[in-house]
């Protein structure tokens, strides 16, 4: 019995390697600071060295998702490594990426006038085993263009993140997880002027051998911190938590 259960295990194991999910490093921080969100991932584990693909349908949208992917980049360049950002129609500002930890001065932005230009940058990008992590913007991507990038993430364990623009020439693709950011009001301490700590609605679309759900986050000092409903936390309350 005991070995029945020894042969499901590595099974298991082998089926979650082939596709995409890695065993990191003995020693490797695991946590990307996303809280209840990872343990939607096999293993509590956010996936790295994988491609994660998120749908920004509106300026909005995009503007929710460059946050919430630059709070991941201040995780995964924490070691040193630099990111390539490849865009043919880039929006985000650099310096605005300091807000969410993530430094502009380690990040590569390539911008370019073709978007068949921009997808093999990204292919390259992702086969550089030097780099943290690959974000591009592209209208759309095919199942063939995803295999590609996937099989490029599998060599060399960088991170991708694919922003979506197109909403008409949504397909399918290999993608391991699908993502939508959505901005969500703000909230303030009550009898203080200004604005709130940045808050989205993340949703986990799909994502393979894992569980998808949706969450409300809030970058709060310095850090992701999930807002539960009818939950309001101070800045102190966050740093406690932390």
Known sequence: MEAKRELIEKLQQ???????????????????????????FPGGVFPRGVIHEFLNFSPEHSAASDGFIAGLLSVLMNEGA????????????PAS?????????????????????????VEEALKTEGLAAVVAEVSTLSLVESRRLQLAVEKSGVTGFILR?????????????????TPLPSETEDGLPGLGFPRWNVELLKVRSGMPGSWTMEWAADQFAEVKPQQKM???DYRRSG
């Open 14 to 40: 082998d089926i979650l390697l082939w596709q995409g999910f890695k065993a990191l490093p003995s020693g490797h921080s695991k946590s990307v600071g996303l809280g209840s969100i990872e343990k939607a």
């Open 82 to 93: 630099a990111c390539a950002w490849i865009s043919s129609c880039r929006k985000v500002y």
């Open 97 to 121: 990426l300091k807000a969410f930890n993530a430094d502009p001065e380690r990040i590569i932005f390539m911008d370019v006038e073709l978007e068949k230009d921009a997808l093999w940058i």
């Open 165 to 181: 623009r197109d909403a008409k020439g949504l397909s399918s693709t290999i993608a391991t997880a699908r993502w939508r950011i």
């Open 234 to 236: 101070t800045a102190i």
